[in-house]
C-alpha cells in the first residue's frame, strides 16, 4: 500500500515568514494533490501536480513535484493569518486509488 | 459553495442500522468520489465511480457500497453500523481532466455520521 508521509505535523509560524511543508510517498506516482480544510469545513482542492518538475502558484502558496525523489512541497511566502488551517496532500497511484498525509496543521500568529 | 450537494448533514443511529448518504455532483462533472475522515483513520479513499461505472475502489468495507445513477448521483450504502463507522463522510466530483488525467475535486460538505 502506498504511505504518504507529511511533515510537519504542526506548524506555528508568524505572520511574514516563509516555511515549507513536505509531503513523501513510498511508491511512483506521477499524480499528487493539495487540499486546505479550515476546522469544521470540507476540503479546497489547492494545486493538482501531474508532472515530474509540476510548479504551480496561487497567491502565497507554491507547490511543486519531485516524483523521481518522491516529493512534493508547499511552499508558504510571508504568512498571513488568513492562510491558518490544516493542509493535506494526496497521492494517486496507477489504479486511481488516493492515499492522503495525516495533514499539517498550520497556525498563523500575528 | 463548490456546487457538489451532500444529504444529509447530521446523522445519529445506532450499532446495526443501515444508512443511505447521497451525492449531488457539479453540474457537467462525471466523476464521483467518496472519503471517510475520522480522527482515528485519518482521510481514507473508499470509492470512484465515473459516468455510472466503478473506477477506483480503496479502503471501502464489505459492508459498504456505492453507486452511481443515469443522472451522476451517488449513494453510499453503509450497513450493520458500528461505533467505529463514526466519521465525516464527503464526496467529491470532477470533471474528465486534460488527456484522460485526473483533474481538480470539488468537496461537498460532508455528511457527519455518528453511531451510538
Known amino acids: 500500500e502506498l504511505k504518504v508521509e507529511q511533515n510537519p505535523l504542526f506548524l506555528s509560524m508568524q505572520e511574514g515568514k516563509n516555511y515549507t511543508i513536505y509531503c513523501n510517498y513510498s511508491t511512483t506516482s506521477d499524480r499528487l494533490y493539495w487540499y486546505r480544510q479550515d476546522p469544521g469545513k470540507s476540503l479546497e482542492s489547492l494545486f493538482v501536480?501531474?508532472?515530474?518538475?509540476a510548479v504551480k502558484q496561487e497567491g502565497r502558496l507554491m507547490a511543486s513535484l519531485d516524483t523521481k525523489a518522491r516529493l512534493s512541497t508547499l511552499h508558504i511566502t510571508a504568512a498571513v493569518h488568513d492562510l491558518s488551517a490544516t493542509y493535506f496532500c494526496?497521492?494517486?497511484?496507477?489504479?486511481?486509488?488516493?492515499?492522503f498525509g495525516t495533514g499539517t496543521s498550520l497556525t498563523v500568529i500575528p | 459553495d463548490s456546487g457538489v450537494t451532500q444529504t444529509p448533514k447530521h446523522l445519529i443511529t445506532a450499532t446495526g442500522q443501515r444508512v443511505t448518504l447521497r451525492c449531488s455532483p457539479r453540474?457537467?462533472?462525471?466523476?464521483v468520489y467518496w472519503y471517510q475522515q475520522s480522527l482515528d483513520q485519518g482521510l481514507q479513499f473508499l470509492i470512484q465511480?465515473?459516468?455510472?461505472?466503478?473506477?477506483a475502489k480503496g479502503n471501502i468495507l464489505e459492508r459498504f457500497s456505492a453507486q452511481q445513477f443515469p443522472d451522476l448521483h451517488s449513494e453510499l450504502n453503509l450497513s450493520s453500523l458500528e461505533l467505529g463507522d463514526s466519521a465525516l463522510y464527503f464526496c467529491a466530483s470532477s470533471a474528465p481532466g486534460l488527456a484522460g488525467g485526473q483533474s481538480e475535486q470539488f468537496f461537498g460538505p460532508g455528511t457527519r455520521l455518528t453511531v451510538l
Open positions: 465511480y465515473y459516468n455510472g461505472e466503478e473506477r
Open positions: 501536480l501531474l508532472s515530474n518538475g
Open positions: 453540474s457537467g462533472d462525471l466523476s
Open positions: 494526496a497521492v494517486e497511484n496507477t489504479g486511481n486509488q488516493f492515499y
